[in-house]
């Protein structure tokens, strides 16, 4: 299984040259920053006694379905929470949500009160539980992200660079604990999830004594919507690039980068956080509201 040491790819888009860190390229189970953010849980035997992971969020969660994986590895139970399902998502016969079931997930969907529910599980915790919170945002994510903070270095080194890193956020771990650890370069993301302040939250909240958080890029449009734009963002850097990039967090992070080229320094290596599982369902969702 093949959890670090990705390749770095170069390309050209409208005169400028990007760096892309392969993430996506790590193995499927894992892939992305999702291997990076599980990898303590991979490497280490110290999570005693446990035989159950018990997670939240969303119904088509990247994470939820590299848990679904590390639980099978690890032969725990995965029990899931999410908001009540419509009957088409039920019918879906691919993505995130149909193959972490494949994987035996078992999920559990809460009418009333989510937010609450999802609060008070860390309440009822039992012993042989390991509660893994809504978008993997915890400490032990540090740990494989600074296995990824050595890697871009040591390429940054051997090249005689001094890039600027970029990558898209959800709950922001990734970009933190990379900023946290590359302090000599800078961090870009934007805000896919929620706004620029519920992002600068999510920094404090893990992080409250950091000097240098990483910079926000300013998005404005909704979580996981289909919009024209971002698809022929999207379209357009997957052909100059030849790299298949994710529906759902890169056409917003490329937007943010290529809006923002002369605030941002050069070189720029875009970190490939993987996600491709959920690209076939996103595009039905565009054909669906006849967007393309
Ligand atoms: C999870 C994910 C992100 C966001 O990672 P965070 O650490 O939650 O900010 C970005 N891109 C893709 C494809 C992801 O799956």
């Given at each position: 299984?093949?959890?670090y040491?990705?390749?770095?790819?170069?390309?050209?888009?409208?005169?400028?040259?990007?760096?892309?860190?392969?993430?996506?390229?790590?193995?499927?189970?894992?892939?992305?920053?999702?291997?990076?953010?599980?990898?303590y849980?991979l490497?280490n035997?110290?999570?005693?006694?446990?035989?159950?992971?018990?997670?939240?969020?969303g119904?088509q969660?990247?994470?939820?379905?590299?848990?679904?994986?590390?639980?099978?590895?690890?032969?725990?139970?995965?029990t899931?929470?999410?908001?009540?399902?419509?009957?088409?998502?039920?019918?879906?016969?691919?993505?995130?949500?149909?193959?972490s079931?494949?994987?035996?997930?078992?999920?559990v969907?809460?009418?009333?009160?989510?937010?609450?529910?999802?609060?008070?599980?860390?309440l009822?915790?039992?012993?042989?539980?390991?509660?893994?919170?809504?978008?993997g945002?915890?400490?032990?994510a540090?740990?494989?992200?600074?296995?990824?903070?050595?890697?871009?270095?040591?390429?940054?080194?051997?090249?005689?660079?001094?890039p600027?890193?970029?990558?898209?956020?959800?709950?922001?771990?990734?970009?933190?604990?990379?900023?946290?650890?590359?302090p000599?370069?800078?961090?870009?993301?934007?805000?896919?999830?929620?706004?620029?302040?519920?992002?600068k939250?999510?920094?404090?909240?893990?992080?409250?004594?950091?000097?240098?958080?990483?910079?926000?890029?300013?998005?404005?449009?909704?979580?996981?919507?289909?919009?024209?734009?971002l698809?022929?963002?999207?379209?357009?850097?997957?052909?100059?690039?030849?790299?298949?990039?994710?529906?759902?967090?890169?056409?917003?992070g490329?937007?943010?980068?290529?809006?923002?080229?002369t605030?941002?320094?050069?070189?720029?290596?875009?970190?490939?956080?993987?996600?491709?599982?959920?690209?076939?369902?996103?595009?039905?969702?565009?054909?669906?509201?006849?967007?393309?």
């Open positions: 299984m093949k959890l040491n990705s390749p770095i790819d170069k390309f050209e888009y409208n005169n400028n040259f990007f760096y892309v860190k392969r993430d996506d390229l790590l193995s499927p189970e894992f892939s992305g920053n999702k291997a990076r953010k599980l990898a849980y490497e035997n110290c999570v005693n006694n446990i035989n159950e992971i018990i997670s939240y969020g119904y969660s990247n994470l939820m379905y590299s848990l679904s994986c590390l639980a099978k590895i690890k032969q725990y139970k995965f899931y929470y999410t908001k009540k399902l419509s009957e088409t998502t039920k019918l879906l016969v691919e993505g995130n949500l149909f193959e079931i494949k994987n035996n997930m078992q999920l969907e809460i009418e009333n009160d989510f937010h609450k529910f999802c609060e008070n599980l860390e009822t915790l039992k012993p042989h539980q390991l509660l893994i919170k809504q978008g945002a915890q400490i032990e540090e740990y494989g992200i600074i296995q990824l903070a050595k890697e871009i270095d040591t390429w940054a080194q051997e090249n005689n660079y001094n600027a890193i970029f990558l898209p956020s959800g709950t922001g771990v990734s970009a933190l604990y990379l900023q946290k650890n590359l000599k370069y800078k961090v870009y993301t934007t805000n896919c999830v929620g706004s620029v302040e519920y992002l939250q999510q920094f404090i909240n893990l992080e409250p004594e950091l000097s240098n958080y990483p910079v926000i890029l300013p998005n404005k449009f909704k979580f996981a919507q289909p919009h024209i734009e698809f022929n963002i999207w379209q357009n850097i997957c052909k100059c690039s030849s790299i298949n990039f994710d529906l759902i967090y890169d056409p917003v490329w937007k943010a980068v290529i809006d923002n080229l605030q941002i320094k050069q070189p720029i290596i875009y970190i490939h956080c993987g996600g491709l599982l959920g690209n076939n369902t996103m595009l039905q969702r565009y054909k669906y509201l006849k967007l393309i």
